[in-house]
């Protein structure tokens, strides 16, 4: 499987993302005395992250361009 960074091009913010959110999930985690690793929590991540970040692209393109039905229910 290709490794997230390299199939997709990351802004420096969504790297940071990316990082706090490991960071935020691994330590929730240990405090409750979870059952991940930090390993575990950045493989799901790592899955997951990519389809946050084209959705938040979309959505800045949409809010952008004035397209985008969802938008303008909200406004």
Do not use: C, W
């Amino acid at each position: 499987m290709p490794d997230a960074n390299t199939s997709t091009e990351y802004s420096e913010g969504e790297r940071l993302l990316a990082a706090a959110l490991v960071e935020y999930f691994t330590d929730d985690q240990m405090r409750r005395g979870g059952g991940f690793t930090f390993e575990q929590v950045e493989e799901g991540i790592r899955h997951v992250f990519p389809l946050v970040v084209e959705m938040r692209r979309e959505m800045a393109k949409n809010a952008s361009t004035g397209d985008g039905s969802e938008q303008q229910g909200q406004q």
